[in-house]
């Protein structure tokens, strides 16, 4: 279907043209909605990130050490605990202590983030008010 202007009066032609017209204006818009937007998406909230910073870690007496392998397996020093309730039970005797012993977490590096997430959530749970992550330094180049 096509429409004739002009003096043809031939109604059997059919116009075999695109007209672009409609799309050139469609593309305008959408070029003119990305130049609006994109400003708008690249600006963030102007924070400051934490610097990477080594601090040698004192090793105390009192200091809880809790371990978690790749497999999420607890332990407490170097003894294996069942489950999460007999860490709760031990850590809830150790944060009536005064002064309170901190609680270091040393992470596998395969472990996955939900092991390492229910040690915190149940130091959080026995009232434990430091916890640490121990970890190795970065080598130096």
Not at 40 to 64: G, Q, R, S
Not at 114 to 134: D, H, N, W
Request: overall charge negative; aromatic content about 4%.
């Amino acid at each position: 279907m096509g429409m004739s202007i002009g003096g043809d009066d031939d109604d059997d032609s059919i116009m075999s043209d695109i007209n672009t017209t409609p799309l050139v204006d469609i593309m305008l818009v959408l070029l003119i909605i990305f130049l609006i937007t994109i400003p708008a998406i690249v600006h963030t909230v102007a924070v400051e990130l934490p610097k990477e910073t080594n601090v040698v870690t004192v090793t105390k007496p009192e200091n809880i050490l809790i371990s978690v392998d790749k497999d999420g397996d607890v332990y407490w020093g170097s003894e294996k605990l069942a489950d999460m309730d007999a860490l709760f039970d031990r850590l809830k005797v150790e944060a009536v202590k005064n002064p309170q012993p901190e609680v270091h977490i040393r992470g596998d590096l395969l472990a996955r983030y939900e092991s390492i997430g229910r040690v915190v959530y149940t130091c959080q749970r026995a009232s434990i008010l430091k916890v640490g992550f121990i970890t190795e330094p970065p080598p130096r180049t």
